[in-house]
């Protein structure tokens, strides 16, 4: 499986900005998909998730109210919807797969693959 992330740029405080995954290599539908994030001197930490069919989304606590997660079947891809951004948002954002047929993990070792990152920096 190979994640492509995209995305990402300079933004102004406030703004928004929408990420995207594209998934190959196996069946799309057979993978849920999480989104994480690694700013400068911290750890990678968990933004969201969405399900194998998209029936379950979940967020971390940055995220909730901010960012939406959605999936499009057709274009084997997962998308990270972020707004309102601030600038502690700024941080290499990942997306990673997990074949699993329930729900979605949180936590970054169970993803089994995972695609190089993409830059976003929030101005403020």
């Known amino acids: 499986v190979q994640l492509q992330a995209s995305g990402g740029g300079l933004v102004q405080a406030g703004g928004s900005l929408r990420l995207s995954c594209v998934v190959s290599?196996?069946?799309?539908?057979?993978?849920?998909v999480g989104w994480f994030r690694q700013a400068p001197g911290k750890e990678r930490e968990f933004v969201g998730g969405?399900?194998?069919?998209?029936?379950?989304?979940l967020y971390g606590d940055s995220a909730k109210g901010r960012f939406a997660i959605s999936r499009d079947t057709a274009k084997n891809t997962v998308y990270l919807q972020m707004n309102s951004l601030k600038f502690e948002d700024t941080a290499v954002y990942f997306c990673?797969?997990?074949?699993?047929?329930?729900?979605?993990?949180?936590?970054?070792?169970?993803?089994?693959?995972w695609g190089r990152g993409t830059l976003v920096t929030v101005s403020s």
């Open positions: 990673a797969a997990e074949r699993r047929d329930f729900g979605l993990e949180t936590r970054e070792h169970r993803y089994d693959y």
């Open positions: 290599g196996r069946t799309f539908s057979d993978y849920a």
């Open positions: 969405i399900s194998r069919w998209g029936g379950t989304t």
